[in-house]
């Protein structure tokens, strides 16, 4: 099993959850590029180069098929690597991929897609203005986790934020980061786990929506107490949910 981490964090982020998973599969954590102990390239960066990292990292290691998770910005590599790589793949589970350009299309996600729009730019505006902390936190609590969380995280994991800020800056400026084509995934065939937050902003609900019905073979499940990173606040019902699923649906 590929844990895939989204922005802002590293491969730390799957700590509590390794252990669980540990015991059912061979599981591999890594620091996406730009990310804490990954290199950090000169130059505006695309989501496709993560994709090909993913995906080289793969068949070097040669143990594939494999179950491959991700979150946030992560669940929307993963989902781009299902439809470009599907021999890859003996699963997908995917938790609220940030694919904000599919509402465009969406007549009534108008209020929702202004809503994350006018969030990130806040965060935007406080990394490009040189407060990656207030960017950090700024992210946290409007986007990630809610009000008053910045200050709940340990001061490692506010760390880890702040150092990868910039890769966060990159990343939103690449235009195809939020953007994905969902015909590319018609024919996928492998098993899928699409979950979202119960407490979770709207917006992403809406996405995961979207996503279901391009893969009919989806299952959708929502973690009623939790937001946008289960792993972090719900570990027990994560590693549950991803067992369950795996057992049931991907054996």
């Given at each position: ?6 922005s ?10 390794v252990?669980?998973l ?20 000169e ?10 990292d993913?995906?080289?990292l793969l068949?070097?290691?040669g143990h594939?098929?494999a ?8 669940a ?37 897609l ?11 505006s ?13 992210f ?21 934020f ?26 996928f ?22 996503v ?25 019902e ?10 049931a649906?991907?054996?």
């Amino acid at each position: 099993m590929v844990l895939v981490h989204g922005s802002w964090g590293d491969h730390q982020n799957w700590s509590s959850v390794v252990p669980g998973l540990s015991q059912s599969f061979r599981v591999l954590t890594y620091d996406r590029r730009g990310h804490s102990r990954s290199e950090r390239p000169e130059g505006q960066g695309n989501v496709g180069e993560d994709v090909a990292d993913l995906a080289a990292l793969l068949d070097e290691l040669g143990h594939c098929p494999a179950h491959i998770a991700g979150n946030s910005l992560g669940a929307s590599i993963v989902l781009r690597l299902a439809a470009a790589r599907p021999d890859l793949f003996r699963s997908v589970i995917v938790h609220e991929p940030p694919l904000f350009g599919l509402l465009r299309a969406e007549p009534g996600a108008t209020a929702a897609l202004a809503a994350v729009q006018e969030r990130m730019s806040a965060v935007v505006s406080l990394l490009a203005a040189g407060d990656p902390v207030g960017g950090a936190r700024q992210f946290v609590e409007t986007i990630a986790f809610g009000p008053g969380a910045w200050a709940q995280l340990a001061q490692e994991a506010r760390d880890t934020f702040v150092f990868n800020a910039p890769t966060w800056l990159d990343e939103v400026r690449d235009p195809e980061a939020l953007e994905i084509q969902l015909s590319g995934l018609h024919g996928f065939a492998p098993p899928v786990l699409l979950t979202m937050g119960g407490q979770s902003a709207p917006f992403f609900s809406l996405v995961v929506s979207l996503v279901a019905a391009t893969m009919p073979q989806a299952l959708v499940r929502t973690y009623a107490g939790a937001g946008h990173v289960p792993h972090l606040s719900h570990p027990a019902e994560y590693v549950r949910t991803v067992l369950e699923f795996t057992r049931a649906r991907a054996a």
